[in-house]
């Protein structure tokens, strides 16, 4: 209600992002596609948005969502499937997709997953060897 009485071209990019992600959630569809949908929005609102989404997939609501962030789409997602040159080069839960050697073939990257009192976390670390 925040934004009610406030005209859209008053709003800041982010708060914008927020309203429009409400008018999709307030349809109840079966399925909800985003592309990028926490792009914009400060960490806080990223993951009250991510816990929302999983929420509702909990529920049995489909919710497919592209994401560059790979440590949103560890933390919240059960399924990812990463592109490369619009091909599939991985299909599955966090943990089988983002391993050690895609990381560093797909994204040039460096990373592991840390373990914490909240859950498993994806933590890049630093440029794969290969792209310095």
């Known amino acids: 209600m925040a934004f009610a009485h406030r005209p859209a071209t008053e709003l800041s990019g982010g ?3 927020r309203v429009l992600l409400a008018r999709v959630l307030v349809q109840n569809t079966p399925l909800i596609f985003t592309d990028e949908p926490a792009a914009g929005l400060d960490p806080a609102q990223q993951i009250a948005l991510m816990q929302r989404f999983r929420q509702l997939s909990d529920a049995g609501q489909g919710i497919l969502v592209s994401l560059h962030d790979l440590g949103l789409a560890a933390r919240y997602c059960t399924r990812l499937v990463i592109l490369q040159q619009g091909r599939i080069v991985a299909d599955g839960p966090p943990d089988a997709v983002l391993t050690p050697n895609r990381m560093a073939e797909v994204f040039g990257l460096r990373a592991g997953f840390v373990e914490t009192g909240d859950g498993r976390f994806l933590v890049p670390l ?4 290969a792209t310095r």
């Open 15 to 17: 708060e914008l992002a």
């Open 126 to 129: 630093a440029l794969a060897e």
